[in-house]
């Protein structure tokens, strides 16, 4: 997960990799009132630090995102949701998967 969090911060602050396409300095997240989020998640596989497929950040409600990454954590715990496991055979077949529903409200 480091090494999502890294490529996240990156673009969401137009550095290193992102210096030319990350987050335009007036939709930058205001300090102590917003986080700059990811998807998809951090927690998950494809994750930002991905280079087979693209990701997305955003500026959003810092009490609403950290409140969202808490049941997310919550739930895989709660679901016993295990890390990826590439020493196991066929790891595409044998490892466990979930799926989350994006919904607009």
Not at 42 to 71: C, H, I, K, M, P
């Amino acid at each position: 997960m480091n090494a999502n969090t890294s490529h996240k911060d990156q673009a969401c602050t137009s550095t290193g990799d992102y210096s030319t396409t990350g987050l335009p300095l007036p939709l930058r997240p205001y300090p102590g009132v917003e986080d700059c989020d990811e998807y998809p998640f951090r927690a998950t596989l494809e994750g930002a630090s991905s280079r087979d497929w693209d990701f997305s950040v955003w500026a959003v409600n810092l009490s609403q995102n950290r409140s969202a990454g808490n049941t997310l954590m919550n739930y895989v715990r709660n679901h016993r949701i295990l890390a990826w496991d590439d020493t196991l055979p066929s790891p595409a077949d044998t490892n466990d998967r979930y799926y989350v529903q994006i919904v607009d409200f």
